[in-house]
T-cell receptor, first 113, second 115 residues
Framework: AQKITQTQPGMFVQEKEAVTLDCTYD???????LFWYKQPSSGEMIFLIY??????QNATEGRYSLNFQKARKSANLVISASQLGDSAMYFC??????????FGKGTRLSVIA | NAGVTQTPKFQVLKTGQSMTLQCAQD?????MSWYRQDPGMGLRLIHY???????DQGEVPNGYNVSRSTTEDFPLRLLSAAPSQTSVYFC??????????????FGPGTRLTVT
């Protein structure tokens, strides 16, 4: 069964606007971590943000925040004030205790000037 | 800081050839893994290791071998290359402690083409 689902193959956002990239996950383990990675056209994988299942508050890192809704098993990435450099593939991933990181299929974000 | 290094960056193989993709990390990470990335498929796990001498299969292990003789190195061997193995390969590493989830650091990737 697919553990990470990203339902948006592609998204467009106007520069300076906020955008939400969706991610739902499936696990029966009470302890897990959720990650978002960015992959620009150059190909490298860049870690953006992490949310632990026991964290009480939503994670934030600069313009990135993670909208964590545990009961709904969703971990959406919110990018505020989009910039042209945010155009990239974005991957949601999950890791249960002592298990490998599992990725979704990604969302391609295009920022329009 | 070198982080996670991968060699080569690009490789073209003929069907049936064998080769080893190299991966090394200098962060003393226990956990290392190999992924392949194909268009529209995200990153799929090939093999992983939780420490020297310990390896396990991921989602797509067929056609690949790994070994982990040292903490630093985790080479991926293609035994007999096939066109279906044309892909971008990423190596990653992280600390590994029970009850915690640590960021994985990725290498720059190896783009492999099998003709």
């Amino acid at each position: 069964a697919q553990k990470i689902t990203q339902t948006q193959p592609g998204m467009f956002v106007q520069e300076k606007e906020a955008v939400t990239l969706d991610c739902t996950y499936d696990t029966s383990d009470p302890s897990y971590g959720l990650f978002w990675y960015k992959q620009p056209s150059s190909g490298e994988m860049i870690f953006l943000i992490y949310q632990g299942s026991y964290d009480q508050q939503n994670a934030t890192e600069g313009r990135y925040s993670l909208n964590f809704q545990k009961a709904r098993k969703s971990a959406n990435l919110v990018i505020s004030a989009s910039q042209l450099g945010d155009s990239a593939m974005y991957f949601c991933a999950m890791r249960e205790v002592l298990t490998p990181l599992v990725f979704g299929k990604g969302t391609r974000l295009s920022v329009i000037a | 800081n070198a982080g996670v290094t991968q060699t080569p960056k690009f490789q073209v193989l003929k069907t049936g050839q064998s080769m080893t993709l190299q991966c090394a990390q200098d962060m003393n990470h226990e956990y290392m893994s190999w992924y392949r990335q194909d268009p529209g498929m995200g990153l799929r796990l090939i093999h992983y290791s939780v420490g020297a001498g310990i390896t396990d299969q991921g989602e797509v292990p067929n056609g690949y071998n790994v070994s982990r003789s040292t903490t630093e190195d985790f080479p991926l061997r293609l035994l007999s290359a096939a066109p279906s193995q044309t892909s971008v390969y990423f190596c990653a590493s992280s600390r590994e402690t029970s009850g915690s989830h640590h960021e994985q650091y990725f290498g720059p990737g190896t783009r492999l083409t099998v003709t």
